[in-house]
């Protein structure tokens, strides 16, 4: 893997904005930072990675990613931790999921090496935009594949971009770690069993755009789809993977449709290590009213805490209760604390990128 880094466009920081910032007060939203990291994908092969300060992307208007939805990304974070170094929590496991979105939809695989070079070099280049530990806040990590090359019909592209951008975030949900009310939403699919529901990919989302305003609309924090099929059984939320807990058991859906959570794959592993039983499998919906606690688990949320579920087409409300309960809090401490590094971290999920 080379290392010799072309820099283009380097020459508007934004250093001043940087220093008025209060970390403790952020949104989860996008703000300028100082670099990007790019890399092309040309003649077969990837090219050398490129140091930018260009937000913008300069592509061919009849791009792949424009008209037949080539594009993926994925989402991790940096955290200061107390030690004074900052970690990357299993980006390993990031760039084997953009793998395998890669197959899924005809794009050339990034390499594991090159994904982890990119990502300790982002965060390095914008180190001063990595939030201080006291304030809960982080430096979300986006990564980012493009079909760039120009086609018409449906083909896949034999150009690409990979390109990953920072942002120092707050919590995704506002208030934090604190128990929010979700919605069942009937009539809209986030995608089907055998579609791109286990891909990273911006079409799942759009999918998800109407469904998750008409649950805002209706006052709750986010919206939850039944599978897509029989509209019997708890897929997930519409940015977040589903876990429910009762009688010392972790239990979380298996689906086709549904995308493999890194921070729910991590959880589970935790959940064992508690002694817990983990069960993943599908759940129908009366089944919600034997949990005793529930939640929403992803890179952005963490946990989410879900107070209660209701399906307004039935009636129906499973009520889980306004805080936390005490298995997702610990969940929930245990996962920061690993991330944070004062917690053993015994699976090897951290990666320290700065000393």
């Known amino acids: 893997m080379t290392k010799n880094y072309k820099r283009r466009n380097t020459t508007t920081l934004n250093i001043n904005t940087m220093k008025d910032l209060n970390w403790s007060s952020l949104s989860f939203g996008y703000m300028k930072t100082d670099y990007n990291v790019r890399c092309y994908y040309r003649n077969g092969k990837w090219g050398e990675i490129e140091i930018c300060s260009d937000e913008y992307i300069n592509m061919h208007m009849a791009a792949t990613c424009l008209h037949y939805g080539q594009e993926a990304f994925e989402g991790l974070k940096a955290y200061r931790c107390p030690d004074g170094k900052v970690r990357v929590f299993r980006m390993d496991e990031n760039a084997k999921r953009l793998q395998s979105t890669c197959r899924g939809i005809l794009m050339p695989e990034l ?28 430096l979300y990590i986006r990564p980012l594949l493009v079909g760039t090359g120009a086609q018409v019909g449906v083909h896949p592209a034999n150009e690409y971009l990979f390109l990953i951008f920072v942002t120092p975030v707050g919590p995704y949900f506002k208030g934090g770690f604190y128990a929010n009310p979700y919605v069942i939403i009937r009539d809209h699919d986030r995608s089907a069993p055998l579609g791109t529901g286990i891909y990273k990919v911006g079409g799942n989302y759009a999918a998800s755009l109407l469904a998750n305003k008409k649950a805002h609309d209706l006052g709750y924090a986010c919206e939850f789809y039944l599978d897509a099929k029989e509209k019997k059984y708890i897929d997930e939320a519409g940015a977040a993977n589903f876990f429910g807990i009762k009688n010392n058991t972790y239990v979380t859906p298996k689906s086709t449709s549904i995308l493999p959570s890194i921070t729910n794959k991590s959880l589970m592993q935790l959940a064992e290590d508690l002694g817990m039983t983990v069960e993943q499998r599908h759940i129908p919906e009366e089944e919600l009213e034997t949990f005793e606690e529930a939640g929403a688990c992803g890179t952005a949320a963490v946990i989410s805490p879900i107070s209660r579920i209701d399906d307004v087409e039935t009636g129906k409300s499973y009520v889980f209760g306004d805080k936390p309960g005490p298995v997702s809090e610990k969940l929930y401490n245990l996962l920061r604390g690993i991330q944070y590094g004062t917690e053993e971290d015994k699976h090897g999920w951290t990666k320290v990128v700065i000393e």
């Open 111 to 138: 390499p594991t090496e090159l994904f982890e070079e990119m990502v300790r070099k982002v965060v390095t280049l914008n180190q001063e935009w990595i939030p201080t530990y006291e304030s809960g806040a982080t």
